[in-house]
């Protein structure tokens, strides 16, 4: 597709379940970007991928998260043992090698921890 | 540390109204300066940008000023449709890895 895509839309879990949600960037976006937005809160950074370079994990709130960029194209984020304090929208962005500043973003997935 | 503060919503205004939202930011030194807006249904998208001080970006009719001197970027138009309806968020970054976005104000223009 011409967009960032990004799966499910919608994810019920329970707690203590892990979860997986995936990211499909713009074909030849070298950049990408996950956030959480939380109920009033702005977008939380939570991990940056630059084409071959090791991942800023610096935005991980906890060993609970992790994410994967495998062939520098689709990422997976995956939250292990989930807590209703993880209960967000995860957005994906990514962004060309030119850098243009300019970020586009996925729809967002909406995680519920029950 | 960083951070971006703008004026929580919401927001409701008769079409052809003014409509100023205010966003200033804490940061050390001249980051990139940004506004998103989220459509319904839709992902985030850039809506303008400014890159340095003074400098003016503007799309759609919506215009915001880089203003060094009150670390602000408050974004304008004169004139709101209905289809400006949206969420729209004030971000900065230095480099490419340290967006930094606010919470969001979300817009409702009424007939």
């Known amino acids: 597709g011409a967009g960032v895509s990004q799966s499910p839309s919608n994810k019920v879990t329970e707690k203590g379940k892990d979860v997986e949600l995936r990211c499909d960037p713009i074909?030849?976006?070298?950049?990408l970007y996950w956030y959480r937005q939380s109920l009033g809160q702005g977008l939380e950074f939570l991990i940056y991928f630059q084409g071959n370079s090791a991942p800023d994990k610096s935005g991980l709130p906890s060993d609970r998260f992790s994410a994967e960029r495998t062939g520098g194209s689709v990422s997976t984020l995956t939250i292990q043992r989930t807590q209703q304090e993880d209960s967000a929208v995860y957005l994906c962005?990514?962004?060309?090698?030119?850098?243009?500043?300019?970020?586009?973003f996925g729809e967002g997935s909406r995680l519920t921890v029950l | 540390g960083d951070s971006v503060t703008q004026m929580e919503g919401p927001v409701t205004l008769s079409e052809e109204a003014f409509l100023t939202i205010n966003c200033t930011y804490t940061a050390t030194g001249y980051p990139s300066l940004f506004w998103y807006v989220q459509y319904p249904g839709e992902g985030l998208q850039l809506l303008l940008k400014?890159?340095?001080?003074?400098d003016k970006g503007s799309n759609k009719g919506f215009e915001a000023t880089y203003r060094k001197e009150t670390t602000s970027f408050h974004l304008e138009k004169g004139s709101v449709q209905v289809s400006d309806s949206a969420v729209y968020f004030c971000?900065?970054?230095?480099?490419?890895?340290?967006?930094?976005f606010g919470t969001g104000t979300s817009l409702t223009v009424i007939p």
């Open positions: 962005a990514s962004m060309p090698q030119t850098n243009t500043g300019e970020l586009f």
């Open positions: 074909s030849g976006h070298t950049a």
């Open positions: 400014a890159t340095k001080a003074d």
């Open positions: 971000a900065f970054a230095w480099g490419v890895n340290q967006f930094y």
